[in-house]
């Protein structure tokens, strides 16, 4: 992480300050090429986070890159999206000094964040200048409803992720005949992780599962044999993991040469790499079964399957930071197009009144309530012999759950 | 608590801590001769995780035969880090030189991160999976390896320093490098194949972390300060007292995340650090200064 | 002798005080605030790292102590935002002295000495990490109540300016330091502790009260850090990253000087702007440009920007 810090705030020249919209509100002169409308990524690009930052921008990118194809805003006369990338890093100083500079740089809107902690920071200062703001990932529930009318989510947020992959994982148990009673909690430190096992401590005993053991870790953990030992020793019916990607392969690997094998399942909600595509491919065996709640796409729309497919071709992870951006930025483009205007009062009106429902997520129409996007919803994936398949809800399916697993052969 | 989870513990603590120790062996020959820290060590040793991971991905060579083609290759990275980049550009300051290391390692992080790109990799060999049942748990054999390979290592270098014309010349520089140079010793030459030791060590221990960890360019930040924590408890520049100390600080973080979870066994380890250091200024192996 | 640093330093400052003229708000103002930020901290690490001769690995412990006790006492207990300040000031100056006596009495210098501040702030960011009170893993947000009264300004130039008045309140307390007996005392300590101790002096009072001064000024940094962002967890108040941060200037900018720590900053900051215009939209190779540009300035000016030769001495 020190690399991410010392070079804070590496940003673009100066540019006017506060030049805000200043060109970008002058009416379209007749038959001149209208101005590119310029949007903000603002991901964490490098740093520890930058996996998911760049997943982030590829998806955004290739969303700009079929829009224009197909012929911009047309509300714009056909103008353009012109992407800014920005660098966050993993600092919310860094994230707040890019906001102005994107500001600076006369962006119509921004869109990204990914860590709650670099969106709590962004959006904060994208209201200062009243920019709206997109946030593509950002789960923690504060960011929305405190008030920032400029702040948009579109994914749900950690309540909804966590209610809902709790609901699921009931209705699973009840389905199969309450296979599942005991459960222990393996989660990583931080927000993130220890905000989770707070609420599933919480939560879990009313929906008839009994709480064993919690383990807490710090990120990155070197080693997880401990650990597995622990979970084996507790014996769990079910584990509920909450960390990051590189810890999460670490301790599914370590659980597989340990032969932890829960009766029930390992059931993630957000999970670190549970529904990451190339953890799956390249460890088909010790990640099989493993189970998530997360965001992801319904893959059986035309929609989304022409977008895998490029994604495939482009060799790029299918992942959610990817899908959810992609999402996002035509939800933007959707508003820029009934706004016909890249004010900054008129976008955000338009935002705040989309009704967009052409998208690979499996959600309804678009509904924004106090900014929060609340036809959004997780989805249940399960990783089988490499591929990650939906399990839940059935609409949305590609696969049946198979829970419990299947013992040890 | 069990006396099968109290042994287990034990057993798994004495395997991380070989690899701490396996880790910690170049950074205390470097910090031992040169007086320096060297911040770079996180990052060289990511480099090396990289490098096993694209022979073994590219060419199939499993990390264990990588280990004799790239601990040449990481000497002479090594050895011309120190004589063409720290060496010149520290000028003999202690602040520079620590501000020289944290540029290398912020080049090496983010052009690692350019080159590669950010995933997380693993390798994928049959040895990587395979344990030895030991009742209470399965002791991945890698780390068995990396034990044993931590002891030879270890001794192989305390070897080389003590019983050859080359280590005679590193201790004497180490000790009094203006009395050195003037027997005729050619002390940046000497400080740069000191590096390349160090850093070839770094290598060795990439090759046997790689089957039971993973890379992405910020995997080196995982030990980087932990294997500080070993250098200093152990002695500066002492080979037996970085594995012991090494061994002392995986049993110590494994116990206390036992008692405490997890989560706050960094605490066991840093406290224990700072108490040694509080008391026993030199070190467990340190020579009186 | 005539070295760049005391030449080019005031009016530099002097500048810096009159940017927000130019810039009221957006970019350039957030960096430049940011930069004086970490002049601070700089010129913090500077006193005990420059005149004390101790460099520390651990300058995270006062930055953090003082970001986290004046959110505490502001999210959990209440207090005016000010006089939390005051007290997280006040706090971070108690810990330098008690984390001073305690090493120092035991002799400890050099790369212990860093190693050990190092494990304390380590020890303290996984702490507070740990506990709900102290936020926890997910750390701890300021309600937003703009208003002097309550040290949140909707301008964002007074925050600015108040970290301007403490960057130019810590040269003169560096030159203070510089010309006083203590700084006498302290020069002596660091050049040769026995002949030190000879004269009557106590080196471990003196290293003592050096590190609790450096300690506050830290303290000071983590304050206005807080109050501008309003959020602080565990790795953005103890993490390893702000204690890099902190050496990072004043070692580039010129050690026991009053302006390397700002000169440091101040270049830090265009090399970040440099680099950005030359690879910006390639992440990670702009940042492998800046590692080298860093190398590059040490090679050729090891003593510190600051300590650049305008001319040759007569």
Redo the contacts between chains.
Sequence with gaps: MMHAKQGSGVSRRRLLAGAGAATLGAPLIAGAAPAPVKIGLLQPLTGFLAYDGIQGKYGAMLAIDEINAAGGIKSLGGAKLAPVLADAQTSPATAIAEVDRLAGEGVAAIQGGFASDLVLAATQQAARHGLPYMVDVGVVDQIVGRGLTNTFRFGPGFGKVTQDGLANLAALNNAAGKPAKTVVIVHENGAFGSGMAKLLQAKLPGLGFEVVATIGHPTPQRDFTNIALQVKQANPDLIIPSNYKNDYILMALTFAQQHVRPKAAIYSILGGAASNAPFAAQHPKESNYIMDCNHYYDPNKPLSKAFAAKVAAKKWDLTYELMLNYSVMRVLADALERAASTDAAKLTAAIAASTYSDTIMPYGPTKFVHGQNIGAAPVNTQIRDGVVEVIFPTAFASAKPVFPIPAAG | M?T??LL??LV?GL??GA?YALVALGLTLI?GVL?I?N?AHGSLLMLALYASWILWSALGVSPYVALVLLAPLFFALGYALQRW?IG????G????V???T??????I???A??VF????R?V?IPLA?S?IDLG???L?LPRLIAFVAALLLSGGLWLLLNRTDLGRAIRAVARESDAARLVGIRVAHIHAVTFGIGTASVAAAACLLLP???V????G???V??A??VV?MGG?GSFPGALLAGLVIGVIE?FS??WF???????GI??A??LV???R?TGLFGARA | MTRWGARAGPPLLLMLGALPFAFPSGFVLTTATLLLLTAILGQSWNILGGYGGQSSFGHALFYGTGAFTTALLQVRFGWNAWVAAAAAIGAGTLVGAAAGALVFRQGLRGSYFALVTLAFAEIARVLVASFDITGGGFGLLVPLHRGAASFQFSDPRLPYWIAWTVVLAGVLLTIGIERSRFGARLAAVRENEDAARALGIAPVQVKTVCTAISAGLAATAGVLYLQIFLFIDAANGFGVGVSVQALLAPILGGLATPWGALLGALALRLMAEMVHAVAGGLAGIDLALFGVILILILRFAPGGIAGIRLRRDA
């Excluded at chain 2, 300051?93 to 520079?96: H, K």
């Excluded at chain 2, 979870?261 to 605490?267: F, H, N, R």
């Design positions: 069990s099968a989870l287990s513990a798994g395997a991380n690899v910090y007086h820290i911040f980049v010149p550009a520290g000028q300051r202690d602040a520079n620590l501000l020289v944290l540029g290398v390692s912020i080049v992080d983010n052009l991160l350019a790109g950010p995933a997380t693993t994928d999976t344990t209470v748990m399965y991945p039971s960890f993973y992405s360019p910020d995997a930040y995982a030990f300060l932990v500080f924590t200093v500066m494994s995340g036992l979870g997890p989560s706050l066994a960094p605490i840093y406290a650090f700072a250091l509080l008391f200024p």
